[in-house]
C-alpha cells in the first residue's frame, strides 16, 4: 500500500457535523512520516492542524487537534475509508461526526461550500 497516494497532501474539504446541521471545513493538509499538519477555515474562524496518522495493514488511522486562532482546540479521531476520512470531533465532552475528502484542484471555494450547505 502506498501512503502518498492513500493520504495526498493538499487541498481537503468536507464538514463537521453539530445539533442536527453540517457545516463546511476546508484545509490543507500535508502528511508526512506519520505526521500531519495543516490550516484551514470554517464558519467559526481559521484554525491550525497538529496531529499524526498511523499504518497497520490496510488501515490507515489519524488523530489531530484543531486549533482556531485564539481561541479553543478541537480533537479529531478517524479513519482512512474508501479515500476519505471519516471520524468524530470532541470537544469537552461533547462532539458529534465529521468528513473529509480531498479536494479537486479545480475546485473554488465558492462552489464547494455551496455545495456542503445544500447536503
Do not use: C, N
Not at 446541521?21 to 493538509?29: A, D, G, H, K, V
Not at 477555515?41 to 496518522?53: P, Q, R
Amino acid at each position: 500500500m502506498s501512503i502518498a497516494v492513500e493520504l495526498p497532501s493538499g487541498l481537503w474539504s468536507g464538514h463537521y457535523e453539530q445539533y442536527g446541521s453540517r457545516f463546511p471545513q476546508r484545509m490543507t493538509l500535508e502528511f508526512s512520516d506519520g505526521l500531519m499538519r495543516g490550516d484551514g477555515v470554517d464558519g467559526i474562524g481559521t484554525f491550525t492542524i497538529e496531529g499524526e496518522y498511523r499504518v497497520d495493514g490496510s488501515d490507515v488511522r489519524l488523530g489531530w487537534i484543531k486549533t482556531y486562532e485564539g481561541a479553543h482546540s478541537v480533537l479529531y479521531i478517524g479513519v482512512l475509508e474508501s479515500g476519505r476520512i471519516l471520524g468524530e470531533w470532541e470537544l469537552s465532552g461533547f462532539g458529534d461526526r465529521f468528513a473529509l475528502a480531498p479536494g479537486r484542484p479545480d475546485q473554488k471555494e465558492e462552489e464547494e461550500l455551496d455545495f456542503d450547505e445544500r447536503a
